[in-house]
């Protein structure tokens, strides 16, 4: 069992659509992240959560140490939001190193 | 503008030979990563180096050698000993828990 994972694989929405992208862990861990890769591969690191909620623009990104999950949101989705979202932790002890979900891969139809 | 480039964009390599992917940044973060990513698999870390001169494997390292002579720079060794190298390749950098900065990527595919 990977120690991040992460549902639904893959996501498909019309725009507009309120979406949520859930990740769970099995490891203590100092933070979470979401990251997102677009169809080009480049990635771009979206948030680093350690407790509570955080919010960018159409984007909310919530953890709960408790129950060893976290989730991102997405409000009035848009085609451009297509993309693979990511989550990934620090655990074990390590500042540095991270481990990664699967990514789960969001289609955002007009 | 700051931030991290790697090159080639596509390498290809001939079965024997070894090839070496470039990262730099300027953005003079300390530590430096090497991710692998596989069709369906999350990113995997090949090589990690919190400082110059010092490196550590990741979960992935055979078949694989860096080096860090630079705090800028963080090459990848692809080396004849790694049987399946056809994947994207990520560089990244950070300043300790602060997320981390990722490249564009290198596709190594073989010939």
């Known amino acids: 069992k990977n120690e991040v994972e992460q549902s639904p694989q893959n996501l498909t929405a019309q725009e507009g659509e309120f979406i949520t992208i859930n990740c769970s862990y099995s490891?203590?861990?100092?933070?979470l992240h979401w990251l997102q890769q677009h169809p080009g591969g480049g990635i771009v690191s979206l948030f680093m959560l350690s407790s509570g909620k955080k919010k960018h623009g159409r984007l909310i990104a919530t953890i709960n140490i408790q129950e060893k999950h976290s989730s991102l949101h997405i409000t009035a989705s848009h085609p451009r939001d297509s993309a693979v979202y990511i989550c990934a932790v620090n655990s074990g002890g390590s500042n540095y190193k991270l481990t990664f979900g699967k990514g789960t891969l969001l289609t955002v139809n007009p | 503008d700051g931030g991290i480039t790697q090159s080639p964009k596509y390498l290809f390599r001939k079965e024997g030979q070894n090839v070496t992917l470039s990262c730099e940044q300027n953005?003079?973060?300390?530590?430096m990563y090497w991710y692998r990513q596989d069709p369906g698999q999350g990113l995997r870390l090949i090589y990690y180096s919190q400082i110059v001169n010092d490196f550590q494997k990741g979960d992935i390292a055979e078949g694989y050698s860096v080096s860090r002579e630079k705090k800028e720079s963080f090459p990848l060794t692809v080396t004849s000993a790694q049987k399946n190298p056809t994947a994207f390749y990520l560089c990244?950098?950070?300043?300790?828990?602060?997320?981390?900065?990722f490249g564009d990527g290198t596709r190594l595919s073989i010939l």
């Open positions: 953005l003079n973060h300390d530590a």
């Open positions: 990244a950098s950070s300043i300790r828990v602060q997320p981390q900065h």
């Open positions: 490891v203590g861990i100092s933070a």
